[in-house]
Structure formats: C-alpha cells, structure tokens
Nanobody, 122 residues
Framework: QVQLVESGGGLVQAGDSLRLSCAAS????????MGWFRQAPGKEREFVAGINWRTSATYYADSVKGRFTVSRDNDKNTVSLQMNSVKPDDTAVYSC???????????????WGQGTQVTVSS
C-alpha cells in the first residue's frame, strides 16, 4: 500500500521560512517523479514544485521561483520543500504527489498525500 505523508506545516508570519517534508512508503521511490501542489480555499489545486528521479531536475511555478527549493533523498524516501520569504498568498494546503512518468505540472499523478496546512499571516 502506497502512502505519502506530509509534515511541517503550520502558522508563520510573512517573510519567515518553513520546511515541508513528504515521507513515502510502499513504492520504489527512485522510480517516481515527485511533485508539490497547493490548494487555497475557493481555488483550484496548483503545481508548486517538482523533482525528477533520475536527473534530480527541478521545476517550479513562477510564483515560487527563487523562494522555494525542492529536494529529495532517495535513501530515506523523502522529498522536501524549503519555503523561504513566505507570503500571505502562499497560504494553502500543501500536498505531495508521486508519478511514474516523471514530473508534470498537471494534477495527473498516481498517488497523493493528505496534505498539510500552511498559513502565512501578514
């Protein structure tokens, strides 16, 4: 049974930093592309960042480029999202997702975590 479990969310102030982690089990982690998505109230889920398995190539939404960094540890089966200089617009539920075919910015992923809430106050 595949499980993706996010952690690290919370309430922070604008300008602060936060690190999210996603622990994966039940899959061959190194065979998957991993993505981070977020969904704010009343809005559609959107791609935030992703990292591919073979090359560790990374991808970012324009809105987070230069502020967020995605990384993965294949030995520990974890993927992390370092969030710096957060803004109130970053407030959302953040979810990690796994895709056999590699990273895509669409929501076409094979497995999803339950998500962790990030709230940024101004």
């Amino acid at each position: 049974q595949v499980q993706l479990v996010e952690s690290g969310g919370g309430l922070v102030q604008a300008g602060d930093s936060l690190r999210l982690s996603c622990a994966a089990s039940g899959l061959t982690f190194s065979s998957y592309g991993m993505g981070w998505f977020r969904q704010a109230p009343g809005k559609e889920r959107e791609f935030v960042a992703g990292i591919n398995w073979r090359t560790s190539a990374t991808y970012y939404a324009d809105s987070v480029k230069g502020r967020f960094t995605v990384s993965r540890d294949n030995d520990k089966n974890t993927v992390s999202l370092q969030m710096n200089s957060v803004k109130p617009d970053d407030t959302a539920v953040y979810s990690c997702a796994a895709r056999v075919g590699g990273v895509t910015t669409s929501v076409d992923y094979d497995y999803w975590g339950q998500g962790t809430q990030v709230t940024v106050s101004s």
